[in-house]
């Protein structure tokens, strides 16, 4: 039974468009992250939610929104789609907001061409 | 400065030696020190933490931790060509966000 669940695994879209992928946990964790890995493997984080409540919030163009509907969840929804946004994603949770020991999803590979 | 430092290798070590793998961090009230293994095309999967100064020992994997040198490293003994992989330095600091390095590649060679 899978811990951390992205869907979908490979995602491949034209320039322009708009995509979101999810991501669900089954661990009871509180907090869920976002992290982007580029072409490089720097896995970089984007965004962190506690109990549905934005606590980290990098220098992301504002064209990527997360929404948590709730501790389970927290999808990644992408407007209009830029080469540069080429990357795998990974979505990942904790325990607590101080305890970051991360459990990772499978990446979701996101091709923008 | 980057807030997390490795090597990025490939760092190369024959199948049974020890294999050390190095990181700095810039923050000095970094909390928590973590060690991640990435296969490739896999995600990162936890391998090792610790939290104060000193060693701490888990199978053949030992991390070792000197806050006042800001330094972590970790050692892999009888190293195996499983073994094969990038190992992710990260950091927690003070805004409670994981912090990660480049990564090192290891390639154990038969």
């Known amino acids: 039974d899978t811990a951390v669940s992205q869907t979908p695994k490979y995602l491949v879209t034209q320039m322009g468009n708009d995509k979101s992928i999810k991501c669900e946990q089954n661990l009871g964790h509180d907090t869920m992250y976002w992290y982007k890995q580029d072409s490089k493997k720097f896995l970089k984080i984007m965004f962190s939610?506690?109990?549905?409540?934005?606590?980290i919030n990098e220098t992301v163009p504002n064209r990527f929104s997360p929404k948590s509907p709730d501790k389970a969840h927290l999808n990644l929804h992408i407007n209009s789609l830029e080469l540069g946004d080429s990357a795998v994603y990974f979505c990942?949770?904790?325990?607590?907001?101080?305890?970051?020991?991360?459990?990772f999803g499978q990446g979701t590979r996101l091709t923008v061409v | 400065q980057k807030e997390v430092e490795q090597n990025s290798g490939p760092l190369s070590v024959p199948e049974g030696a020890i294999a050390s793998l190095n990181c700095t961090y810039s923050d000095r009230g970094s909390q928590s020190f973590f060690w991640y293994r990435q296969y490739s095309g896999k995600s990162p999967e936890l391998i090792m933490f610790i939290y104060s100064n000193g060693d701490k020992e888990d199978g053949r994997f030992t991390a070792q931790l000197n806050k006042a040198s800001q330094y972590v490293s970790l050692l892999i003994r009888d190293s195996q060509p499983s073994d094969s992989a990038t190992y992710l330095c990260?950091?927690?600091?003070?805004?409670?966000?994981?912090?990660f390095g480049t990564g090192t590649r290891l390639q154990v060679t038969l």
């Open positions: 990260a950091v927690t600091g003070t805004a409670s966000k994981l912090t």
């Open positions: 990942a949770s904790s325990q607590g907001r101080g305890w970051v020991e991360a459990f």
């Open positions: 939610y506690n109990n549905k409540e934005l606590i």
